[in-house]
Nanobody, 122 residues
Framework: VQLVESGGGSVQAGGSLRLSCAVS????????MGWFRQAPRKEREGVAT???????AYVESVKGRFAISKDDAKNTLYLEMNSLKSDDTAMYYC?????????????????RGQGTQVTVSS
């Protein structure tokens, strides 16, 4: 299983970015995919999840600003990030697990990518 993130970068506060995660070798019919992040000197934090049934979940701090989606035909996971804040600065990772998503977001995915850096300047 391979997950490769892209789309990170540096933006000013209030700006937008779209992260992508290309997934290969993962062919589960029931799965949970998502995004988590880690900022310097902070613990990893689950950001958003999406299940094979399309249900989504978000950490409270990004609700209304971020949107997770997936394109099954392209085997790609996305994270649309709007109204970015300096607190969103972190390395962002995508992840995948077999089975249903838990009710809350999480960061401890079995399969993870290498990450893409997002830096928001105020």
């Amino acid at each position: 299983v391979q997950l490769v993130e892209s789309g990170g970068g540096s933006v000013q506060a209030g700006g937008s970015l779209r992260l992508s995660c290309a997934v290969s070798g993962f062919t589960e019919s029931s799965y949970c995919m998502g995004w988590f992040r880690q900022a310097p000197r902070k613990e990893r934090e689950g950001v958003a999840t999406i299940g094979s049934n399309g249900r989504t979940a978000y950490v409270e701090s990004v609700k209304g600003r971020f949107a997770i989606s997936k394109d099954d035909a392209k085997n790609t996971l996305y994270l649309e990030m709007n109204s970015l804040k300096s607190d969103d600065t972190a390395m962002y990772y995508c992840g995948a697990d077999r089975g249903r998503c838990p009710k809350s977001v999480y960061a401890d995915f079995t399969y993870r990518g290498q990450g893409t850096q997002v830096t928001v300047s105020s």
